[in-house]
């Protein structure tokens, strides 16, 4: 999507400014640990020694190809970044891991009651497609980054559809939604999460708008309807006035109708035979 490649194409500071904190936390992470910590990793090695080969039931870990762990030892990032696919090693009593699904999921927005640019009340929800690119940020930075994206999407769907009208709402549902995705993705950055795609899925409207909004179009149709009607009855009388005109100048051409009308009244077997009589006869009857 063109926001997609905005976002790439131009950094956002806040965003490189926590991914530099966490890399300052990992690299700190391999400092000095001070005397307790060498005692606690030298214990710990020591354990592992004692009750080897049974211990690597409790060191080696292993992760899917859709899963990173990051390792915190002693309460610190663990230097390197998320481990995974695969297979790792842990420290016992010292290490421990979260596992990351870096796989991209699905939600739905519960239907927000909003109230439009135009005082309509309307309720609406959406889907939302994200993933998470950075699983350290999203362990470090941020409690429940997949709730924490949910609450936001709520919020956001409520903020930008109040500025829209309802007709804005109905026909442009594809630049909304590019809309939210934009503002999802900047916000949710800097807790390691990308917002692929933003879907509105139902607009439902109130049942008295509904029934207006019908009684409208209906309406329009019939206006729209007559109007057709009327433009031909004035170009049918056009014709026939056009017709009449060349009548009048040929005496013949009456006749010929004449004919081609007896024609067909006696194709459809009917007995009734009509005999046209000129009005000018009888106008000039009228006079004596």
Known sequence: MPSSRSNLESPNPELERLQGDVMEQQKESGGDNGACGYVLYALSIILVALFFPFSLCFTIKIVQEYERAVIFRLGRVVSGGAKGPGMFFVYPCLDEFKKVDLRTTAFDVPPQEILTKDSVTVAVDAVVYSRIFDPTMSV??????????????????????????????????????????????????????????????????????????????????????KVLAAEGEQKASRALKEAADIMMQSPAAIQLRYLQTLNSIAAEKNSTIIFPLPIDLLSSMVKK
């Open 140 to 225: 470090c930075n941020v409690e429940n980054a997949q709730y924490s994206t949910k609450l936001l999407a709520a919020t956001t769907l409520r903020n930008v559809l109040g500025t829209k009208n309802m007709s804005e709402l109905l026909s442009e549902r594809e630049t909304i939604s590019e809309q939210m995705q934009t503002i999802l993705d900047v916000s949710t950055d800097p807790w390691g999460i990308k917002v692929e795609r933003v879907e509105i899925k139902d607009v439902r409207l109130p049942q008295q708008l509904q029934r207006a909004m019908a009684a409208e179009a209906e309406a329009s149709r019939e206006a729209r309807a």
